[in-house]
């Protein structure tokens, strides 16, 4: 299974932009798809995560109320919808997945498989 980031890029302060996770294989099914993020000089911090069957979905605070993580199963796709960006939200998005139900749910180092990331950069 290979999962694809994109829909990063340049915004200014105030703006949005919406990062999609393609999963190349229709029939997975993971456990929960995770959106991760590392700033430059930082450790990677977890961002949001869905999971895939019931759709429940978690969020760091800085996001929450900001972000909106969601997931299209026709498309086995997650969005990550970003809101009122401030350039504290600069970073390399990853999104992750999980087979199961295991370890930290929000943890940056277990999961089964990664994204190449997309960067994100919020001008002030």
């Known amino acids: 299974v290979q999962l694809q980031a994109s829909g990063g890029g340049l915004v200014q302060a105030g703006g949005s932009l919406r990062l999609s996770c393609i999963m190349s294989e229709r029939t997975f099914s993971p456990y929960a798809v995770t959106w991760l993020r590392q700033a430059p000089g930082k450790e990677r911090e977890f961002v949001a995560s869905?999971?895939?069957?019931?759709?429940?979905?978690s969020y760091t605070d800085s996001v929450d109320g900001r972000f909106t993580i969601s997931g299209d199963n026709a498309k086995n796709t997650v969005f990550l919808q970003m809101t009122s960006l401030t350039p504290e939200d600069t970073a390399v998005y990853y999104c992750a997945a999980r087979r199961y139900n295991y370890g930290n749910p929000y943890g940056t180092q277990e999961y089964d498989y990664w994204g190449q990331g997309t960067q994100v950069t919020v001008s002030s």
């Open positions: 869905i999971r895939w069957r019931g759709g429940s979905t």
